[in-house]
């Protein structure tokens, strides 16, 4: 019987008809469907000079070929093209198996599209070494191995900012409690922009750990993070990046930002539900304890001893969602085609658009920067006399428009500055004029009837 290496690092003999099996896959000879990008590999142009066809792109969204609505509520999670609904539908039709279990040739074929899914992770990231990615099933989840994983004891110091989602607060606040660390918070401005003369003044050699979004899910402004980590690293501290909304929404280098951790959640950037992704650096994730324990992170157990596996296998207890893998390699081939330097560019000109209607409105009040350059993809807003609810409720009933309402999962940046809430349209590379246009429309029409 022939050697057979599967990447992941598993080697074995294997039979003469399954090793055959393992060539075919390993070259990609598949029925129907490639299984890491989806059916619909032929339209993988979408890029015209500097400018997005977005008019090929809504066609590859079935909510928006189907309908007549607005989504404007993509920082929460986006829509899914057709190439990424494919590729989760190819796993479970054509070979619905354990990957790293198993060693029959459908077992292969997931593990093996388990491990080209983790490469192309990386590369997406700037990151050579796959096994520096976690599969995870958010960015909480991420966020949350890093907190509970990376042995912080009473006195240590985490230093992060105060318009942090409750996914990088809970914790913190918890192990405040039950372990006595200490908790420091870098103030922002009123209208949430990072002042890095602030944090320079809270980085004391007593912070262990900076842990910081990378950009609001709130005002979408973001911080720098590469000065940052210089300064942390400076100081012995490491870095732990929420990522959530900055990953779907501009070119991220982990190698060039150097980082030592950095979470992200796919499902904000077309991936699956429930679908996440930890980076760490090798030597940080060789001392970084797992936050569950059980089937695939150990190499060997006794009645009295275990025995962890490596990176990243010791992290990914249980079975894993094979489908939500391999789709977020089809999300990730659908951004790479269309280049997220041009998702940057389309998003910005959308949220000048905003603004240039908005603007002189003068019941609508911004929550974030005036600069709609530096507000990402995220536009939140009060109108005067209304609750945020009453807004989202209003515009999804009268004009099949969605949006998000409410504290968005940052409850102590309202409650520091006063604000019950406030409505927040986010948008994304399928959005075009019209739908700003339309929504804009929809949200003057608000102002002149209910403001007070």
Not at 132 to 148: D, L
Not at 279 to 304: M, N
Request: hydrophobic share 40%.
């Amino acid at each position: 019987m022939p050697d057979a290496t599967i990447p992941g690092r598993l080697s074995f003999k294997l039979p003469t008809d399954v090793f055959k099996s393992v060539i075919r896959t390993r070259i990609g000879i598949f029925d129907k469907t490639d299984l890491l990008s989806g059916t619909r590999k032929s339209k993988i142009c979408y890029v015209i000079g500097v400018r997005m066809n977005v008019s090929d792109i809504r066609k590859d969204f079935p909510t928006i070929r189907e309908g007549n609505s607005v989504y404007l509520d993509s920082a929460c999670q986006t829509l899914r093209p057709y190439q990424v609904i494919d590729a989760i539908t190819s796993y479970y039709k054509e070979f619905p198996a354990c990957g790293g279990r198993s060693v029959h040739s459908m077992a292969t074929k997931v593990s093996m599209a388990v491990d080209r899914s983790r490469e192309k992770v990386a590369s997406f990231f700037g990151c050579k070494d796959p096994h520096s990615f976690i599969f995870t099933k958010n960015c909480t989840e991420g966020m949350n191995i890093v907190a509970k994983g990376f042995g912080l004891r009473k006195g240590d110091s985490v230093l992060t900012t105060d318009m942090e989602h409750n996914s990088n607060h809970v914790q913190w606040v918890e192990m405040a409690e039950d372990i006595g660390i200490k908790r420091k918070i870098v103030r922002t401005s009123k209208n949430g922009e990072f002042d890095i003369e602030n944090f320079k003044k809270e980085m004391t050699k007593d912070v262990k750990l900076v842990s910081m979004v990378h950009t609001s899910n709130v005002t979408g402004s973001s911080i720098p993070v590469k000065e940052i980590t210089e300064i942390a690293h400076d100081m012995g501290a490491a870095v732990l990046i929420d990522g959530a909304q900055a990953a779907p929404h501009m070119p991220v280098n982990l190698k060039t930002l150097d980082v030592d951790f950095y979470a992200v959640s796919v499902h904000k950037m077309l991936g699956p539900s429930g679908m996440g992704i930890l980076y760490g650096k090798e030597e940080r994730l060789k001392k970084l304890r797992p936050l569950i324990s059980g089937g695939g992170t150990v190499g060997l157990a006794t009645y009295d001893s275990v025995k962890l596996t490596v990176h990243p296998e010791k992290f990914e207890a249980g079975l894993m969602d094979y489908a939500g893998v391999i789709g977020t390699s089809a999300a990730l081939d659908y951004l790479s085609k269309i280049g997220m330097k041009n998702v940057e560019k389309h998003i910005a000109s959308l949220q000048k658009r905003i603004d240039d209607e908005l603007r002189n409105v003068m019941s609508i009040t911004t929550v974030g920067p005036a600069d709609p350059s530096k507000r990402s993809g995220i536009f939140s807003f009060n109108i005067k006399g209304m609750g945020s609810h009453d807004i989202a409720m209003m515009l999804d009933n009268a004009d099949n428009i969605m949006i998000r309402s409410g504290m968005h999962c940052a409850h102590p940046f309202f409650v520091s500055r006063g604000l019950e809430g406030c409505a927040r349209a986010s948008l994304y590379i399928y959005n075009n004029e019209d739908d700003i246009l339309r929504f804009t429309a929809a949200v003057k029409k608000l102002a002149s009837t209910f403001s007070k």
